[in-house]
């Protein structure tokens, strides 16, 4: 038998530092609404509702930030991830760095009760919209201000 230690078991929660342990639990809320909180000292500093753009790991040039249009995490940034199960079965994700900590959870679409859910089903009512073709000049066009296109030099 060798004596190299088996890898880390995590079963629904844990705490890990290993980085791609970290990118491969945060791999499932990559193109989702998730809630955040941010956290020093146990006092909430901010909180919102955003939708995650990027998780990296290896890229020393890319920050984490969370906005509610977008939010990046990189793995670099935190010491480790503290992960539980809820009893949902969804996950709340915690990120930390010293007393600093960001709480993460995913927002399930299918929650209509839920005022801080964003994401909507798309209703589409003909009555309130213009259709519109858009379409680019062809080299010997301009634009004459009334919606179409002009020969040059007429």
Known sequence: MG???PAKFFVNSGLVSNRTDIYN???PIIKQTVHYRYL???????HGTGWVERIVIDSPDVSTFFTPLSICVNVDSFEHLEF????????????????????????PASDPGDPGAIQQAFKFEPT????????????????????GGTPAGH
């Open 128 to 147: 309130d919209y213009v259709q519109m073709e858009l379409g680019g000049f062809d080299p010997g066009e301009r634009s004459t201000g009334d919606g």
């Open 3 to 5: 004596s190299e230690s």
């Open 40 to 46: 020093r000292s146990e006092a909430v500093i901010s």
């Open 84 to 107: 539980e199960t809820r009893p949902d079965q969804l996950l709340v994700y915690t990120l930390v760095q010293g007393d600093e900590r960001v709480v993460i959870e995913y927002v």
């Open 25 to 27: 639990i945060l791999r």
